[in-house]
């Protein structure tokens, strides 16, 4: 099992670390514990400054080794930034991540990091650490030859002047920060290992933190009138599932606030086939149900003051001998029926069913779903951004907000009756693709047919999933895309009431 990287607060500096680190800008300028443990060492911190090349800016760092006066084996030194720079939740993540990575390149199993600056906030501290946990996570959980003798830093103590506060953000924020590594581990899992049943399996383990779980089989979708995502299912031997989990920590019969995810296992295609190159990278393409079930996590470990409902539209899209057509009428919950003109257009029919069921059942007072539904948003936003779509012009600002403090930055795209008339059908109510012209809108367009009156936010993250490039707090494949963005939306729109 990996081992996770323990992270602790105290207001006394541990005996012998194995690294100590101190944060300060580039003229030296430190919090009062940090520059009293720096003057024990005697040393010229301009003069090592200017011939290390220290700035002071963050990603900068001074490494000492053995360093005389203090008892400790390595001293980091590492840029704070100026006055004022950098000091939101998104930008100290980053430090976390860089802090992870600086102790991990030299070689530390632990390390004192000294925090006593002046007006460092606890929820800034939680951010650090969430940013360092994010950047320790690692998936090598099927590599049977590992490099010998590599050490990799297990346990972080943030010294700080006053602890009070302090221990409540930081668990808060490693909840956050959990949620989104286990939203990686389903995604980087390989999908021989995690059907349906298996993300079913996973969700049912979240009932230990209280959170209620319901799976529904094959037999209990066909009494709900679930044709849409009983057509995707029905060419695998894996039978699809969903799940519905509840955290209720709001006040009782508050209306909840609901999170649907695609959950699609594995995607060939279906018979409308993907292209071989890349199609090993569709075993992500339940990066959104991977999401939803790191969120519902997060938030009840943290115990969130909100009720919340998470859905798993959970499927497998195989091209076999039972597998559904190209020009194949399927009728959704709603009772609306559609013209599939490509099975490779997939996800849009399972969540077509799992929102009309949520919007009917819970009520919710806000409805998103989450997927990687198009190769659209790609081509549209690239890498750092998803796509959002929406019937409420408030939950785009509301989202776009939570975008930029959590990191996980959305951008809003239109959706309308325009989009209508590409996805009109001859032989249905609709179809389930409307051309390559704008087809993200297409494709938000089409859900929006199934959210009923209920303000509703669809957030396409096939740009933000997986495969991007490393970042400050992630060097995996998989990035858990949502869970901290959802958080941060619950936390300034929707908890304690809100």
């Not at 080794?65 to 704070?80: E, I, S, W, Y």
């Not at 010998?148 to 346990?155: C, E, F, K, L, Y």
């Not at 003051?305 to 959970?314: C, E, F, M, P, S």
């Not at 929102?355 to 948003?377: E, H, N, S, V």
Request: glycine content about 12%; overall charge negative.
């Amino acid at each position: 099992m990996p081992q996770t990287l323990s992270i602790s607060l105290t207001e006394n500096l541990p005996d012998s670390p194995s690294a100590l680190v101190l944060y300060a800008d580039g003229s030296g300028k430190m919090g009062p514990v940090a520059s009293g443990l720096w003057k024990r060492t005697g040393l010229d911190f301009a003069r090592i400054a200017k011939a290390t090349g220290f700035s002071g800016r963050p990603g900068h760092m001074i490494d000492i080794a053995a360093p005389t006066g203090l008892d400790c084996d390595r001293l980091l030194v590492l840029g704070r930034g100026a006055d004022g720079e950098g000091d939101n939740d998104a930008a100290w993540v980053d430090r976390g991540g860089s802090l992870f990575a600086k102790l991990d390149a030299v070689g530390v199993s632990d390390a004192a990091v000294v925090l006593d600056e002046p007006g460092l906030t606890p929820r800034l501290v939680g951010a650090l650490g969430a940013g360092a946990r994010l950047r320790s996570y690692r998936f090598e959980k099927y590599l049977t030859r590992r490099k010998n003798g590599a050490t990799h830093p297990t346990a972080l103590t943030f010294v700080v002047a006053k602890a009070s506060g302090m221990n409540a953000a930081l668990d808060d924020a490693l909840a956050v920060a959990d949620g989104t590594i286990l939203a990686r581990d389903l995604v980087n899992e390989p999908a021989n290992l995690l059907g349906p049943s298996d993300m079913a399996d996973v969700a049912n383990t979240l009932a230990d933190l209280g959170i209620s779980v319901e799976v529904f089989d094959e037999d209990q979708m066909k009494a709900l009138g679930m044709g849409a995502i009983l057509a995707v299912g029905q060419g695998s031997v894996r039978p699809p599932r969903l799940v519905v989990m509840q955290w209720n920590g709001g006040k009782k019969g508050q209306a909840p606030l609901a999170f649907v995810g695609k959950g699609i296992v594995f995607d060939t295609g279906g018979i409308s086939i993907k292209p071989a190159a890349s199609m090993e990278n569709m075993k992500g393409d339940m990066g959104g149900a991977a999401a939803v079930l790191g969120l519902m996590q997060s938030l009840a470990t943290r115990k969130a003051k909100l009720n919340a409902v998470g859905i798993l539209a959970l499927a497998e899209n195989m091209p076999d001998a039972n597998a559904y057509r190209p020009g194949d009428v399927i009728t959704a919950m709603s009772g609306e029926t559609i013209e599939v003109i490509s099975t490779d257009a997939e996800g849009r029919l399972v969540l077509a069913d799992a929102l009309w069921y949520c919007q009917d059942r819970f009520k919710p007072k806000a409805m998103f779903d989450i997927a990687t539904l198009t190769g659209a948003i790609r081509i549209a936003l690239g890498e750092d951004y998803a796509g959002v779509f929406t019937n409420t012009e408030s939950l785009a600002a509301k989202l776009q907000q939570a975008g930029r403090a959590s990191g996980e930055k959305v951008w809003h795209l239109p959706i309308g009756p325009a989009y209508d008339k590409l996805i009109e059908s001859r032989f249905a109510d609709i179809k389930n693709q409307g051309g390559r012209l704008g087809g993200a809108s297409i494709a938000g367009q089409f859900l929006s047919h199934f959210v009923g009156d209920t303000p509703w936010a669809h957030i396409d993250i096939a740009s933000t999933a997986f495969g991007k490039a490393s970042t400050e707090t992630n060097t995996s494949w998989a990035t858990g895309f949502g869970v901290a963005l959802f958080d941060r939306l619950i936390r300034d729109g929707y908890e304690d009431g809100g």
